[in-house]
């Protein structure tokens, strides 16, 4: 059997993955039956949709971001936590293969801690720029963060 090693995607990466992850499925199977039977009648069918769009769960309503929670109520964590949650797992696969496809480049050439510094200062700055511009809107996700990363992928590129 072929061993996984965290190294070959970026230790960063394989960390952020995992984290959204684990996420993903405890906001898909904690969820109020009243947020579920809004989905679907069919409990079943609504733990389905959840999981493939939705982000109904306990984490979702906890974690994603908000500005109005963030600078009127002190919930200071959102503009962590709404990085590994994601609006179901088309939302988080389409993420993770940014993150697989150019986020290991850059961690390679930039070291693990630089990178995981840039990915997470990053993807703060674009909650609170977000936050300003629209501070009742819920959002979630590590896109800003990934785009961030882009961004940094197009300067390193600029720079030879």
């Known amino acids: 059997m072929k061993k996984i090693s965290l190294k070959k995607y970026g230790i960063v990466n394989s960390v952020i993955i995992i984290l959204c992850v684990v996420c993903l499925l405890?906001?898909?199977?904690?969820?109020?039956?009243?947020?579920?039977?809004?989905?679907?009648?069919?409990?079943?069918?609504?733990?389905?949709?959840?999981?493939?769009?939705?982000?109904?769960?306990?984490?979702?309503?906890?974690?994603?971001?908000?500005?109005?929670l963030v600078f009127n109520h002190g919930q200071w964590w959102r503009l962590f936590i709404h990085i590994f949650l994601h609006v179901g797992v088309?939302?988080?696969?389409?993420?993770m293969m940014a993150l697989i496809v150019l986020g290991k480049y850059i961690e390679r050439?930039?070291?693990?801690?630089?990178?995981?510094?840039?990915?997470?200062?990053?993807?703060v700055l674009d909650a609170l720029i977000i936050s300003l511009i629209y501070p009742?809107?819920?959002?979630?996700?590590?896109?800003?963060?990934?785009?961030g990363v882009i961004g940094v992928a197009f300067v390193m590129k600029l720079m030879k």
């Open 90 to 95: 088309i939302h988080m696969v389409l993420n």
């Open 109 to 123: 050439k930039l070291g693990s801690i630089k990178y995981g510094l840039y990915f997470i200062g990053i993807s």
């Open 26 to 68: 405890f906001n898909s199977l904690i969820v109020s039956q009243d947020a579920l039977k809004i989905i679907s009648p069919n409990i079943g069918m609504a733990y389905v949709l959840n999981f493939l769009f939705g982000c109904q769960g306990e984490l979702g309503k906890l974690g994603t971001m908000s500005g109005d």
């Open 136 to 147: 009742n809107n819920m959002s979630a996700g590590a896109s800003g963060g990934i785009f």
